[in-house]
């Protein structure tokens, strides 16, 4: 198997992470031009005046720069020790693909339940990942 293949959920992971980033200056924008908020209350950072469905677009990719390290760093360590595999890019791939849904579950309907379910998923996914390797 080409070991440069765990690339491609790296690549898909950091793609998720700018585009929940263009989704920052967009709600802050469109909450400016309602007169929600002014200019002054991302001064340092988010003011208590911050609407919710703004906030949560910076707070959902500050989750993407949390756990996902691990996760960059997992296949880094594949890659580097040769030992991609099928299990590895399975396991990779099913990380991406339940950080997205809870990414879309964040920035659309927030049902918590919904939301904590993905994440859950994923970070038992991600620790798989890491076992897998070490085992």
């Known amino acids: 198997m080409p070991q440069e293949a765990i690339f491609a959920p790296m690549g898909a992971m950091a793609l998720l992470t700018f585009v929940v980033l263009g989704f920052i200056p967009a709600a802050r924008f469109r909450a400016v031009f309602a007169r929600q908020v002014t200019p002054d209350d991302f001064k340092l950072g988010e003011s ?10 910076n707070r959902n990719f500050m989750n993407l720069l949390e756990l996902p390290v691990l996760f960059y760093v997992a296949g880094l360590m594949y890659y580097v020790a040769g030992r991609v595999d ?9 990380y991406v693909a339940l950080r997205a849904i809870h ?20 970070n038992v996914v991600l620790a798989a990942l890491w076992v897998v390797f070490f085992i």
């Open 103 to 122: 990414s879309a579950i964040h920035l659309s309907y927030n049902n918590v339940v919904h939301r904590l379910s993905a994440y859950a998923l994923s």
């Open 48 to 57: 208590a005046r911050v609407p919710p469905e703004v906030a949560v677009t």
């Open 86 to 94: 099928q299990t590895a890019l399975v396991l990779a791939w099913a």
